[in-house]
């Protein structure tokens, strides 16, 4: 059986450990030695996802609709809505104010769309590359090439909206879907199906929403009943424990990676098989590259670069535009309600040859229900092995690296840009107001033409992630166009970007 610790280990901490591997003693190794651990309750930061939304609803599609206004929950208006539609002309506007996932600690959180490919395609596209062409270029003379995730609206602060329907926010994102995402030809990115990923983490500069752990001082820190599967952080009392002092329960379920992978992919439709029939309410971190490096969110320099996604049963499908590598986690979230039945709290079995452990909410059914099992020692959870936040200087092609002990791990980056001030800008979309500040996504932005050196677009970034290192690219204070208009033989112009100020950063891991 998978080696399992419930109880007192060598520090004289209580604690649930589970390994990796079975030759190693969970009572007696450092828990500093990340890469043996697939849980563990000593951990300071217990990352888990606050929500995953489905965003693929238009409730007036027609062409010439006048714009309609939904609120919710129901009865509410546009001071207090958790979320608001604005719903016309073949496309909705969706405003989510944090209150709308009640388990969110962060007026800013690390947050990712999943955007899909147009014309009700599965294919999950935000990582490609395209062209943008404002119609304004003399025989193509200027725009950019960017990353799928430029069209994705950011998290923003102090919102204003100018539509009065729309209210203010103090914080919160608004997603844009259309109808006519006719293979992306007209709407590149802006298709109708989207998957918003809120994490309980921040995503600017705030620090960590966690109680650190206690040296041990005798309370009683785990509760394995029938009623309650609770585990504290060490030296804090399980009963009264608060969500930043416990590291699981069924409130706060852990990020488990249900499929991992570093593979090769050929040019063209190629498929990992995961084992398990995915559920519809999943998210895909992935790093596609070439070479000994990982360039994340796609390759600075290689501009037919990257592959759509999507899955069918077991397997994760794969487009490539050439041969690659990706390297992928991908979570499950299930925030269902608990299944009826007299499940033990623990549980354990075979199954296909792999013996298992799990920690299920009380009273499940048999055979549980994703949202039933918060630790399962097939799946393990997402460590984070260094986190923080810097500030962006001026300059083209300015580095800052973030070392870790990635040591027998298997790391993923992920990294929010934060934003200045900005109101009714096209910024590859369209918001109806105005904002104090701004979280984005991270993309890359090349001009088609090189202007006095600039490659990179402002807006630009990009990180470098090695076994141990996080190098971040960034290029505050370049243009943001660089492009000769239709008035041939014409003036070549420039416009300015919306640089980032600072990065919110995460290197993600598991054992390898």
Same mark, same amino acid.
């Given at each position: 059986m998978v080696r399992t610790m419930i109880g007192i280990d060598s520090t004289g901490a209580a604690c649930i450990k589970i390994m990796k591997n079975d030759a190693d003693n969970p009572r007696t190794t450092p828990d500093s030695d990340r890469r043996k651990f697939l849980y563990n309750s000593k951990f300071s930061v217990q990352a888990n996802i606050a929500d995953m939304e489905l965003c693929n609803q238009i409730s007036r599609p027609g062409l010439n609709d006048s714009a309609q206004y939904y609120y919710h929950p129901a009865g509410a208006n546009s001071s207090n809505y958790q979320k608001c539609e604005g719903s016309g002309s073949g496309k909705s506007d969706w405003h989510y104010r944090n209150s709308a996932f009640p388990t969110l600690r962060y007026n800013v959180p690390l947050f990712d769309w999943k955007a899909k490919k147009g014309n009700g395609s599965n294919r999950f596209n935000q990582q490609m590359v395209a062209w943008t062409d404002s119609g304004a270029y003399y025989h193509g003379q200027g725009g950019f090439y960017e990353v799928g995730n430029a069209r994705q609206i950011g998290w923003m602060q102090g919102f204003t909206g100018s539509v009065s329907q729309y209210g203010t926010m103090a914080y919160g994102t608004v997603a844009q879907i259309t109808r006519f995402d006719t293979i992306d030809d007209f709407n590149k990115f802006q298709s109708r199906d989207k998957r918003l990923v809120v994490w309980n983490l921040p995503g600017n500069s705030d620090a960590l929403d966690e109680a650190p752990p206690l040296a041990p001082n005798g309370t009683k820190t785990i509760r394995i009943s029938s009623q309650a599967m609770k585990i504290a952080k060490p030296g804090y009392n399980v009963d009264t424990a608060t969500v930043q002092q416990l590291a699981f329960d069924s409130t706060r379920l852990p990020v488990k990676v249900i499929a991992a992978g570093d593979i090769a992919l050929p040019s063209g439709v190629s498929f990992y098989e995961t084992g398990i029939a995915l559920p519809d309410m999943i998210a895909l971190d992935v790093h596609f590259y070439t070479g000994s490096v990982i360039n994340y969110p796609s390759s600075p320099v290689n501009l037919d670069f990257g592959a759509e996604y999507w899955f069918d049963g077991?397997?994760?499908?794969?487009? #490539? *535009?050439? #041969?690659? @590598?990706? @390297?992928?986690?991908?979570?499950?979230?299930?925030? &269902?309600?608990?299944? %009826? %039945? &007299?499940?033990?709290? $623990?549980? /354990?079995? *075979?199954?296909?040859? !792999?013996?298992?452990? /799990?920690?299920? @909410?009380?009273? &499940?059914?048999? =055979? =549980?229900?994703? #949202?039933?099992?918060?630790?399962?020692?097939?799946?393990? /959870?997402?460590?984070?092995?260094?986190?923080?936040?810097?500030?962006?200087?001026?300059? +083209?092609? !300015?580095? !800052?690296?973030? =070392?870790?002990?990635?040591? %027998?791990?298997?790391?993923?980056?992920?990294?929010?840009?934060?934003?200045?001030?900005?109101? +009714? /800008? *096209? $910024?590859?979309?369209? !918001?109806? %107001?105005?904002?104090?500040?701004?979280?984005?996504?991270?993309?890359?932005?090349?001009?088609?033409?090189?202007?006095?050196?600039?490659?990179?677009?402002?807006?630009? *970034?990009?990180?470098?992630?090695?076994?141990?290192? #996080?190098?971040?690219?960034?290029f505050r204070g370049n243009v943001g166009d660089y492009y000769n208009r239709d008035d041939s033989p014409g003036t070549w112009r420039t416009e300015g970007a919306y640089p980032p100020t600072g990065i919110r950063y995460y290197i993600f891991g598991i054992p390898a």
């Open positions: 077991t397997k994760i499908y794969f487009d #490539a *535009t050439q #041969a690659m @590598r990706a @390297r992928f986690m991908l979570y499950l979230e299930d925030n &269902s309600a608990p299944t %009826g %039945g &007299s499940n033990k709290v $623990l549980r /354990q079995f *075979t199954e296909a040859g !792999v013996d298992v452990v /799990q920690f299920l @909410r009380p009273g &499940s059914a048999n =055979p =549980p229900s994703w #949202a039933d099992i918060i630790i399962d020692s097939r799946w393990p /959870q997402v460590q984070i092995l260094a986190e923080g936040y810097f500030n962006v200087a001026a300059g +083209n092609d !300015v580095t !800052v690296d973030v =070392p870790f002990d990635g040591n %027998g791990m298997f790391p993923l980056v992920k990294y929010i840009t934060a934003h200045g001030s900005g109101g +009714n /800008q *096209t $910024l590859g979309f369209t !918001v109806f %107001g105005s904002w104090q500040a701004m979280y984005r996504l991270p993309f890359i932005k090349r001009l088609k033409y090189i202007y006095n050196g600039q490659a990179h677009a402002g807006e630009s *970034t990009y990180c470098e992630l090695t076994a141990n290192n #996080a190098r971040f690219h960034t």
